[in-house]
Structures are given as C-alpha cells and as structure tokens.
C-alpha cells in the first residue's frame, strides 16, 4: 500500500525507559516513511538520535552528499 502524500507529525517522540516500545515505534516510523510516493513529510523536535539521525539525512539531501 502507497500513498501520494504521507506526514509525520514529531517523529522523535520514544517513549523513555520501553525497549520494546521504542522499537516499535521506530517500526511504523520505517513503514511511514517507505508507504510515501512521493512526497513525504517528517517534523521532529527533539535532540534524540532519531531526530540527529533526521536532521543528519535531510541536510544531506539538501547539500547533495551520501548520508551513509
């Protein structure tokens, strides 16, 4: 299933102190962000490793450079 458009409202938001809740939380991160064709929009606030790991990817987008 794909959608035109898919938006993720603070997609840094983990839950503190749940492995297991952390882990499926960043689950359906991964199959929001891979259902988006192919507009896709993620806002984040926090300073965690999902919202660096974020930050991290759209600045390589914007500057042309691998994220890996």
Not at 7 to 17: E, G, H, L, R, T
Not at 30 to 48: F, I
Not at 49 to 60: E, F, P
Request: proline fraction near 3%; charged fraction near 20%; glycine fraction near 6%.
């Amino acid at each position: 299933m794909e959608f035109d458009t898919v938006a993720m409202i603070d997609c840094s938001f983990v839950p503190k102190n749940n492995d297991e809740e952390l882990v499926g939380q960043v689950r359906k991160l991964y199959v929001c962000m891979t259902r988006a064709q192919p507009a896709l929009l993620l806002s984040h606030h926090r300073a965690n490793d999902i919202g660096a790991s974020l930050h991290s990817m759209v600045n390589a987008q914007l500057t042309g450079k691998s994220g890996a």
